[in-house]
């Protein structure tokens, strides 16, 4: 297989970015894009036509076109666990046998849904949703985002086996009013496996009649849903074929559809399938996630950028950063090749960022007048998500505005303390606004921007072999079977005598 040639990248001219804008009054156009109701802007990165260009060539040599059409195709691209890569198919985008079977799976899903509606299982008010990884971030971001104007229910989604996060939805939710969702693609996860025993106990102890009735299963192994107890009528599976980390599609996203409506679910899926088919249909050169990937990578292997920072100026997407840290540093954070072969060149940046504006008054000391460059990704929405007098929300993207254009603009000053060296990328994504439609839209960018990435690393972009072995560890320590370094025997003995 190919591997990726970055001696044409790195050749190319390193212009200031005010010096690109001078010599080119068209660098707005060019270098942006508008999908589902999404404006990308990357003409404040370094991204040129040349650049472009020389990217364009690398993606050939990748067979970034054929991989695009393996993924879509269902063919076994994640080659290392010998299996496809099946979230497009979720939101309809896929090879016809597996997109009719997501259907099969969403349609028993929203049976469900209506049962619950009906009160078919007993009164329901409380969701408290158990998974961690893949199998909570993305509902998280989904309730957290979109939830806050219904009340249909109440959602906690727990994920940390510290008991201090169950304990405190416990406090909060009626027993006899909560419906137990355990979602896990393997059903075999150390955290989600204890938190539901103990989410289960809590039930009966508070006197909740039949409390395995109250149980629904978001798995891919459903014989181990039904095996622990959960009644089969209520096993929601999804295939095994969408990773963990591209799971919000699929039944792992039961707490959104029941706290937003079937619609509302149906929506995000129809925005996330807009996107892929951007994806699919688009030239490389206007094409949404391929550019972003261009951007990434030009930081990473030209500029020796080791972050990326992703800031939401919008209290709705605060988790959105979280989500990002899973889908690109544990698809992408990889040092062999897809063959196996060693890297010499680095592959996913850290992931990193916050909440604008409070993150300004925060961390962006460094980004303006710190040692190492971090490109910044700045996301915004038109429509205002408060109802307060305007002043909030055009405060809100002023801010937004005006950061990503002082990193590129930089100051002059005699005082070097109070000199901003300027010339520092920003891409931005401004939403019309935060609905289903455009929020599923904007996370299927990010997976096929990862996508993109990964097939000119030359990684596998789906496995994740990297968080077996400290699992493996804490279970034969469990189990006092494995003799420890001198520090780590030390740690345990100080913790448990
Ligand atoms: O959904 P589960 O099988 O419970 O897995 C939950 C999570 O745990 C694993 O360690 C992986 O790192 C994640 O990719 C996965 O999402």
């Not at 597996?98 to 007993?122: N, Q």
């Not at 950063?321 to 544990?330: D, G, I, K, N, T």
């Amino acid at each position: 297989m190919a591997l990726p040639d970055w001696t044409p990248i790195q050749a190319l001219d390193r212009a200031p970015l005010t010096d690109l804008f001078a010599a080119d009054p068209g660098r707005v156009e060019a270098l942006s894009a508008d999908v589902a109701g999404i404006r990308f802007d990357w003409s404040k990165t370094h991204l040129t036509a040349e650049a472009v260009a020389a990217f364009a060539t690398l993606a050939d040599r990748m067979g970034l076109a054929a991989k695009r059409d393996a993924l879509f195709a269902g063919a076994a691209i994640n080659n290392t666990e010998g299996r496809a890569a099946e979230h497009s198919a979720e939101r309809g985008e896929g090879a016809p046998e597996s997109v009719a079977r997501a259907r099969g799976f969403h349609a028993r899903m929203r049976g469900l849904i209506d049962a619950i509606e009906a009160d078919a299982l007993g009164p329901v008010r409380h969701i408290l949703h158990i998974g961690i990884g893949g199998s909570a971030l993305g509902p998280d971001v989904l309730v957290d985002a979109l939830g806050r104007d219904t009340d249909r229910y109440d959602v906690a989604i727990v994920s940390n086996v510290d008991g201090v996060a169950l304990e405190e939805a416990m406090d909060r939710f009626d027993p006899q009013a909560t419906l137990l969702a355990i979602a896990s693609k393997t059903f075999t996860t150390t955290e989600t496996m204890l938190n539901a025993q103990s989410a289960l106990e809590w039930m009966t102890a508070g006197g909740v009649e039949d409390p395995y009735g109250r149980v629904v299963a978001l798995t891919a192994a459903p014989d181990k849903a039904v095996e622990w107890g959960v009644d089969e009528t209520r096993v929601l599976p999804f295939s095994e074929n969408v990773g963990g980390r591209y799971s919000l599609w699929s039944s792992i996203g039961f707490p959104a559809a029941l706290a937003l409506g079937w619609d509302a679910f149906e929506e995000l899926l129809e925005g996330a399938a807009e996107m892929d088919r951007h994806f699919r249909l688009t030239s490389l050169s206007h094409n949404a996630p391929v550019l972003a990937a261009f951007a990434d990578l030009y930081y990473t292997q030209v500029r020796g950028c080791e972050t990326r920072a992703t800031f939401a100026y919008d209290e709705r997407l605060r988790l959105l950063p979280s989500y990002l840290q899973q889908l690109e540093m544990e698809s992408n954070g990889k040092r062999v090749t897809a063959e196996g072969q060693p890297v010499d060149w680095p592959t996913a940046p850290i992931t990193w960022g916050g909440v604008g504006t409070d993150a300004q008054h925060a961390v962006f000391q460094l980004l303006h007048q710190g040692t190492r460059l971090v490109p910044v990704e700045f996301i915004g929405v038109i429509e205002a998500g408060d109802s307060l007098a305007d002043d909030h929300h055009r405060q809100l993207l002023l801010n937004m505005f005006a950061q990503g254009a002082a990193l590129m603009a930089g100051r002059d000053a005699e005082d070097k303390a109070r000199a901003y060296p300027g010339d520092r990328p920003s891409s931005t994504l401004l939403l019309d606004r935060l609905d289903p439609r455009t929020l599923g839209a904007l996370l299927a960018f990010y997976e096929q921007r990862t996508f993109v990435n990964a097939v000119l690393l030359g990684i596998n972009p789906f496995d994740q072999f990297g968080v077996e072995l400290g699992k493996e560890m804490a279970k034969a320590a469990d189990k006092g079977g494995l003799a420890f370094d001198a520090s780590t025997t030390d740690l345990i003995r100080r913790a448990f005598g």
